[in-house]
């Protein structure tokens, strides 16, 4: 006869509890990321925030 499942309870099988700190830190990482971009979008030069290319003005004679 084979053994008998043994139950346990959530947490035991995780091996601990699921703290609220994990996702305060998740919370903030992103926010500070998001802030992060929208800084370095906003100090690029305003040409290559319209799709401008690095490629050299057409010459006109």
Do not use: C, F, W
């Amino acid at each position: 006869m084979p053994n008998k499942p043994r139950i346990i309870s959530t947490e035991a099988a995780r091996g601990g509890i699921t703290h609220q700190h994990v996702r305060l830190v998740l919370a903030v990482s992103v926010a500070l990321a998001v802030i992060a971009m929208i800084i370095v979008y906003a100090r690029a030069p305003v040409a290559s925030q319209h799709g401008a290319t690095t490629a050299a003005a057409p010459v006109t004679s």
